[in-house]
């Protein structure tokens, strides 16, 4: 999560901009990147299971 915020917007941002608005909402910056990295983990498991089923 530090990479991602680091560096920038990348081209799929869907995970990028969740951060930000938990940020805006007034969340610290290390509890909205663990809700960052939940979402991700979350998004990963998704599309892993789309190619297993």
Do not use: S, W
Not at 28 to 36: F, N, Q, V
């Amino acid at each position: 999560m530090r990479c991602l915020k680091t560096h920038g917007a990348p081209e799929d941002d869907a995970l990028y901009q969740f951060i930000l608005k938990k940020e805006r909402e007034g969340k610290c910056k290390r509890l909205a990147k663990i809700a960052g990295l939940n979402k991700f983990l979350r998004i990963y498991y998704a599309r892993v299971m789309e190619i297993y089923q």
